[in-house]
């Protein structure tokens, strides 16, 4: 069960359309509970395997159509993994860009927070900078274990990263919305 946050065009939804209905590399079934739902503000072409929500991941509403999707037939599932490779439109004036995507990210850790089972796995785009400790430690409420991980694919020059958070846990006192 995964989420895709930011969606489009649907790069991380194929891959993982791929891996968890296909069986993975080895080609073998995987469970009829598998799901994989997409959001994102702009429309998206049909992926096999994905449920696609149109949506804007800062609303009730689209948490709640994400949760409707994972509990047909069922009751209280969540995601195992949620992933948001989510990044606004750059300006070039790097306070600002950092800014903006810092909450970017908190949007998709509150939903993630809706989502995600206890155990789960969040994976989101992030631009490091000044700001990037406090970004950490608020992950780290709800992940023991947070990791920072540059693709060897990405300029040196460029500040974007994606973090790994592992092993979701609720915070004493928190409620899911």
């Known amino acids: 069960r995964a989420v895709d946050l930011c969606a489009a065009p ?3 939804s194929q891959v993982l359309s791929r ?6 590399s080895s080609g073998a079934p995987t469970s009829e509970d598998t799901r994989i739902v997409a959001v994102d503000l702009q429309d998206m072409a049909p992926i096999e395997g994905v449920s696609i929500i149109a949506g804007d991941i800062t609303s009730q509403a689209t948490v709640d159509e994400v949760l409707r999707l994972f ?3 069922q ?13 606004p439109d ?3 004036m790097h306070d600002l860009d950092e800014y903006i995507q810092a909450q970017l990210l908190l949007s998709a850790l509150s939903i993630t927070s809706q989502l995600l089972r206890e155990g789960g796995t969040f994976v989101a785009k992030i631009f490091r900078g000044r700001d990037s400790p406090l970004l950490y430690s608020q992950l780290k409420v709800f992940f023991p274990d947070v990791v920072v991980a540059k693709p060897k694919s990405s300029r040196n020059s460029s ?5 790994v958070a592992r092993g979701f846990r609720l915070p004493a006192g928190f409620a899911r919305g």
């Open 10 to 12: 649907g790069s991380w």
């Open 75 to 87: 009751t209280e599932r969540y995601a195992d993994l949620v992933v948001c490779d989510g990044a």
């Open 71 to 73: 509990r047909e037939g």
């Open 159 to 163: 500040v974007e990263a994606f973090v």
């Open 90 to 92: 750059v300006t070039g």
């Open 19 to 24: 891996k968890l209905h296909r069986g993975g």
